[in-house]
């Protein structure tokens, strides 16, 4: 998920390129920010599989950052910046993105890591069953 959700980050700005300057401060850095931080939030999120609430709450936000992305896509579109076939693209690889986040939302035990535990003999940390 995390190759989809960079590849549409990259996408985005790759095309976002050529879009009036008068959209830099707003459209273009607006939908750059919200793609990048998809990314972001599932890396930091990642690493905090060991605890499910820190997990699930960064999977939340990178969901909120992808229909954040999407709302953006919709302007981008509207405003004549991206060609159809470019948005229908983008679109359904947002789509694609925000399905596998839903999935990993709904069911994230999969994803946990095992707690921690110390032996009491020996102060070693250890993984539990």
């Keep these: 998920m995390y190759q989809k959700a960079y590849a549409l980050a990259m996408e985005i700005f790759r095309l976002s ?3 009036p ?12 920010r919200s793609s990048r931080s998809v990314c972001a939030n599932l890396r930091e999120g990642w690493s905090k599989r060991r605890y499910e609430a820190h997990f ?4 939340t936000d990178a969901d909120g950052e992808n229909s ?4 953006w896509l919709d302007f981008a579109r509207d405003c004549g910046y991206l060609d159809p076939p470019d948005y229908t693209r983008l679109a359904d690889l947002c789509k694609e993105v925000g399905s596998m986040l839903g999935a ?10 095992k707690p921690l535990s110390k032996n009491n003999l020996t102060g070693e940390i250890l993984e539990t069953a």
């Design 17 to 19: 390129k050529g879009w």
């Design 21 to 32: 300057p008068e959209e830099k401060y707003s459209l273009t850095d607006q939908i750059r």
């Design 56 to 59: 699930i709450s960064k999977l």
């Design 68 to 71: 954040e992305t999407a709302a």
């Design 104 to 113: 990993m939302l709904f069911a994230p035990a999969p994803f946990l890591l």
